[in-house]
């Protein structure tokens, strides 16, 4: 079984930037790709970045150019740095990985954009 904990938000005024890291841990387990997603108040799971095993990314049109998806498969980790931050930013990202057994998901992290 894998557990992904996320870590790094917090309130932060428009413009702003903010980087959130996510780490897996288990035993015996490969990630295939590895995704943040998030979830605004009152609206459905949105897919922000996406970064495969073969170094590929992929990023949601809202957030691109602003938004930065890094992996490091020795660390099991993926981070997401986002930078010139807009209040309709808000909400709570989740960081998701596609292994042999699933997905797995992390609690999620809030993030807040206001001034």
């Known amino acids: 079984q894998v557990q992904l904990v996320e870590s790094g938000g917090g309130l932060v005024q428009p413009g702003g930037s903010l980087r959130l890291s996510c780490v897996a841990s288990?035993?015996?387990?490969?990630?295939?790709?590895m995704d943040w997603y998030r979830q605004a108040p009152g609206k459905g799971r949105e897919l922000v970045a996406t970064?495969?095993?073969?170094?590929?990314?992929n990023y949601a049109d809202s957030v691109k150019g602003r938004f930065t998806i890094a992996r490091d498969n020795a660390k099991n980790t993926v981070s997401l740095q986002m930078n010139s931050l807009k209040p309709e930013d808000t909400a709570v990202y989740y960081c998701?990985?596609?292994?042999?057994?699933?997905?797995?998901w992390g609690m999620g992290t809030q993030v807040t954009v206001s001034s």
């Open positions: 970064a495969t095993s073969g170094g590929r990314t």
């Open positions: 998701a990985m596609i292994v042999q057994s699933g997905v797995a």
């Open positions: 288990g035993s015996n387990f490969s990630i295939n790709t």
